[in-house]
T-cell receptor, first 115, second 110 residues
Framework: DSGVTQTPKHLITATGQRVTLRCSPRSGDLSVYWYQQSLDQGLQFLIQYYNGEERAKGNILERFSAQQFPDLHSELNLSSLELGDSALYFC??????????????FGPGTRLTVL | GIQVEQSPPDLILQEGANSTLRCNFSDSVNNLQWFHQNPWGQLINLFYIPSGTKQNGRLSATTVATERYSLLYISSSQTTDSGVYFC????????????FGEGTQLTVNP
């Protein structure tokens, strides 16, 4: 158990819908990262928050957005869903944003299926 | 961004065999992590190893940062070692994001 929690574990929805994925980081970690794992793209970085502020963006679609709340949990919102958005979405956390030691710990993932 | 190349892409072993997985980076990395993704999809941290050698039970890892590669050794493999092994690295110019390789699919047969 990494200490990072994600809900829900599984999500099945239809094209055009909107969903919210939730992540709670390890106790004491200030940084939250979102990654997407799909069959054709592999594991890719989406976005990072540090202590409530957006720190870095990767290959995140405009239909996707995220935020980190004062209690440090984070939510990833996916809207106007398409079939190609079906993937495993991971949240990771680390203590520091970008220092010499920055081990990231991953949650169990949310498996999204868009029908 | 950096490119991460893992080899071999697939590996099939008999229980008890040893193996070496390799990870090459196109640029110098600050952080380097090895993960095991089990059949249920969970990503399990194996090593955080920007440089040097670490051991944890039957697993060990070595990173030679100056030559931009890392090795993961699995000794006396067990069926529970099956799954996908990923390496991932971070470069200073890309902030904190990890860039993952495509993984090595390991199957250990009884």
């Amino acid at each position: 158990d990494s200490g990072v929690t994600q809900t829900p574990k599984h999500l099945i929805t239809a094209t055009g819908q909107r969903v919210t994925l939730r992540c709670s980081p390890r106790s004491g970690d200030l940084s939250v990262y979102w990654y997407q794992q799909s069959l054709d793209q592999g594991l890719q970085f989406l976005i990072q928050y540090y202590n409530g502020e957006e720190r870095a963006k990767g290959n995140i679609l405009e239909r996707f957005s995220a935020q980190q709340f004062p209690d440090l949990h984070s939510e990833l919102n996916l809207s106007s869903l398409e079939l190609g958005d079906s993937a495993l979405y991971f949240c990771a956390s680390s203590f520091l944003a970008a220092k010499s030691y920055n081990e990231q710990f991953f949650g169990p993932g949310t498996r999204l299926t868009v029908l | 961004g950096i490119q991460v190349e893992q080899s071999p892409p697939d590996l099939i072993l008999q229980e008890g065999a040893n193996s070496t997985l390799r990870c090459n980076f196109s640029d110098s990395v600050n952080n380097l992590q090895w993960f095991h993704q089990n059949p249920w999809g969970q990503l399990i941290n194996l090593f955080y190893i920007p440089s040097g050698t670490k051991q944890n039970g039957r697993l060990s890892a070595t990173t030679v940062a100056t030559e931009r590669y890392s090795l993961l050794y699995i000794s006396s493999s067990q069926t529970t070692d099956s799954g996908v092994y990923f390496c991932a690295g971070r470069v200073e110019t890309s902030g904190s994001r990890l860039t993952f390789g495509e993984g090595t699919q390991l199957t250990v047969n009884p």
